[in-house]
């Protein structure tokens, strides 16, 4: 069972692909922000987008392993729209009203101090925040498609 975990082309493609992609979003932020931040290699978004280059590195190693025409590779690559669309549609939204929550919690709290003349703490001070960084943008999951495909090309040619 271990030798067969071991073997499993498509598995370790697919564990490369994220774990590269979460890395390269460390030296990707700095680039834009000009600061060091290592959270960024366990965030959901940011540039590639990990999960795209997983799912899409699955199933192009599928689809090289059992055939572009197989079942698995129709099953992987259903997968793979499923998880983009997720990560650039819905998980985005969620992302940007968290912020928009985020932004009231903390006016609401101005605004209740100003009015009481309470000192009141707000979410920044308390660090009840919701998490605004959950999913991407349309070239992140682009870039982190092309990015899945390529990690599992190359492990593929080392592979094989």
Same mark, same amino acid.
């Given at each position: ?9 498509? @598995?370790?493609?697919? @564990?490369?692909?994220? &774990?590269?992609?979460?890395? @390269?979003?460390? =030296? ?9 931040? #290592?959270?960024?290699? /366990?965030?959901?978004?940011?540039? =590639?987008?990990?999960?795209? &280059? ?11 392993? +059992?055939?572009?025409?197989? =079942?698995? #590779? ?6 793979? %729209? ?25 006016? /609401?709290?101005?605004?209740? +101090? ?8 707000? =979410?920044? +001070?308390?660090?009840?925040? @919701? ?8 070239? +992140?999951? #682009?870039?982190?498609?092309? /990015?899945?495909?390529? %990690?599992?090309?190359? %492990? ?5």
């Amino acid at each position: 069972m271990v030798s067969n975990l071991l073997n499993n082309y498509p @598995l370790w493609a697919s @564990l490369t692909a994220i &774990a590269l992609a979460q890395i @390269l979003k460390v =030296p990707w932020n700095y680039t834009v922000t000009r600061q060091w931040d #290592f959270n960024w290699l /366990f965030n959901a978004g940011g540039m =590639p987008s990990g999960h795209t &280059a997983a799912v899409t590195s699955l199933a192009t190693a599928i689809g090289l392993w +059992e055939g572009w025409g197989s =079942p698995l #590779f129709a099953i992987t690559s259903i997968l793979a %729209i499923i998880v983009m669309y997720d990560a650039a549609g819905v998980r985005r939204q969620a992302g940007m009203q968290a912020q928009v929550l985020n932004q009231l919690a903390e006016d /609401f709290a101005q605004a209740l +101090e100003e009015i009481r003349h309470i000192k009141h703490k707000s =979410p920044r +001070e308390t660090g009840v925040k @919701l998490k605004e960084i959950l999913g991407h943008q349309p070239i +992140e999951v #682009f870039a982190g498609a092309w /990015f899945g495909i390529g %990690i599992a090309l190359l %492990i593929y040619w080392l592979w094989v």
